[in-house]
């Protein structure tokens, strides 16, 4: 069974959108969304720096247009078999799970970008990445710092989020058994009670949703579960922002589902990255560049046939 994953922020990198914009009708289909959402996704995705995208606002939308691109150019989706991703990447699995149209998945994306960029603007705050160590002892540790694990991503690494000063608390006293922390550019402490403020606004932009129920199995970060109806997924998707990724649930369930194969959307790398050390021996592809797409091509094709 393959299966197609979507990333969240911290993933993008300046430039990253440049080649992808290259493929016939992309730098069209790009130029409509921007227009849409006010927002100059083809700017931002091209020519701004690191600091411009690390910006909440800019980042989420500027991810599900690309990964929406990249899942158009991979063409046939009769090989999937289920569709996940991690953090603000549920928006782009709904989409690609037809809960959502693209139009409706952008503007989504726009609004919840807008409203955790302001929930963060409340407190300082931020996020670190503790890799290693054993998870109950890790959990323990950041709770003991008044921190919480926000992602729990399996393969060995949880990520810690709270205020600025919390994180400087964690950097100078790891977790027994951890190796290290590495803060994340990310500009909030996201998938906690800080982002409260962003579940209302949410909450209303959802009442303008027409959901479908999705095509294939679509797991969701909050349990790991399969999520059947529309309804549903919207509602997670909203609540989601306040409370932790489970990512480790969502490769339990790859496993349990049977995976053979896996591919990352673009910009593809920190979940194959987990999924090489969780779900050892499944062959994968991560979505860096249009230049990829040859061998997502042959694990697809692998797999319909």
């Known amino acids: 069974m393959l299966v197609l994953v979507a990333p969240g922020q911290g993933a993008q990198t300046p430039g990253f959108l440049t080649p ?9 289909r790009v130029g409509a969304w921007s227009d849409a959402i006010g927002l100059d996704l083809a700017h931002y995705g091209t020519k701004a720096d690191a600091d411009e995208i690390r910006d909440t606002a800019v980042a989420q939308p500027l991810l599900v247009a690309a990964g929406l691109l990249s899942a158009s150019a991979l063409g046939s989706r009769t090989a999937f078999g289920a569709v996940s991703g991690h953090s603000v990447g549920e928006i782009t699995a709904a989409a690609y799970a037809g809960v959502l149209s693209e139009a409706e998945a952008l ?5 919840r970008g807008l409203a955790m960029a302001e929930a963060s603007a409340v407190t300082e705050t931020g996020m670190a990445a503790v890799l290693g160590g054993e998870t109950d002892v890790v959990v323990a540790h950041l709770e003991k710092l008044g921190l919480a694990p926000a992602n ?3 393969a060995g690494q949880i990520v810690a989020a ?16 951890s190796m290290k922390v590495v803060a994340l550019k990310v500009a909030g402490a996201f998938h906690t009670h800080h982002m409260t403020p962003a579940v209302a606004a949410l909450a209303k932009a959802a009442q303008a949703l027409t959901p479908a129920d999705p095509d294939l199995k679509y797991v969701s970060n909050k349990d ?14 909203v609540g989601q922002v306040a409370n932790p990724v489970r990512w480790d649930l969502c490769m339990e369930t790859f496993a349990e589902l049977g995976v053979t194969g896996i591919i990352e959307l673009c910009p593809g790398g920190t979940l194959t990255g987990l999924a090489k050390r969780a779900l050892k021996g499944v062959p994968s592809v991560a979505l860096k560049t249009p230049d990829d797409l040859e061998k997502a091509a042959a694990l697809v094709a692998e797999h319909a046939a």
């Open 20 to 28: 992808w914009l290259e493929l016939p009708g992309a730098a069209d």
């Open 107 to 111: 503007s989504f994306v726009r609004t």
């Open 152 to 154: 729990i991503n399996g």
């Open 162 to 177: 709270g205020t600025m000063e919390q994180i400087a608390a964690l950097e100078a006293e790891k977790p027994e058994g």
């Open 224 to 237: 790991g579960l399969v999520v059947a109806t529309g309804a549903d997924v919207v509602a997670r998707l």
